[in-house]
Nanobody, 114 residues
Framework: QVQLVESGGGLVQAGGSLRLSCVAS????????MAWYRQAPGKQRTLVAA??????TNYADSVKGRFTISRDNANNMYLQMNNLQPEDTAVYYC?????????WGQGTQVTVSS
């Protein structure tokens, strides 16, 4: 089992920055890929950014050049979000894969005011 806890969300003005953290516990040595997803009210959960065990990254087109995903040796994961825009408002979720099993955090709210 893997437990994931997100933090770092909040209210920020357009153009501002936030850094999200995801702390992993449990069988963290078996975690392969990790990712950040987000879900806005009334919309589906979508991929924001992903990172493999080797550090390869992938970003949604809407956040390229503004967001940076990273992870450390303890399989904690981070999302640096710069130049935030109102359309980035959503609940952000941490995701981790162990084999074919996906684990999720409880989410952290990010609200960007115009």
């Amino acid at each position: 089992q893997v437990q994931l806890v997100e933090s770092g969300g909040g209210l920020v003005q357009a153009g501002g920055s936030l850094r999200l953290s995801c702390v992993a516990s449990g069988i963290i040595f078996r975690i392969s890929a990790m990712a950040w997803y987000r879900q806005a009210p009334g919309k589906q959960r979508t991929l924001v950014a992903a990172i493999t065990r080797s550090g390869a990254t992938n970003y949604a087109d809407s956040v390229k050049g503004r967001f940076t995903i990273s992870r450390d040796n303890a399989n904690n994961m981070y999302l640096q979000m710069n130049n935030l825009q109102p359309e980035d408002t959503a609940v952000y979720y941490c995701n981790a894969w162990v084999g074919s099993s996906a684990y999720w955090g409880q989410g952290t709210q990010v609200t960007v005011s115009s």
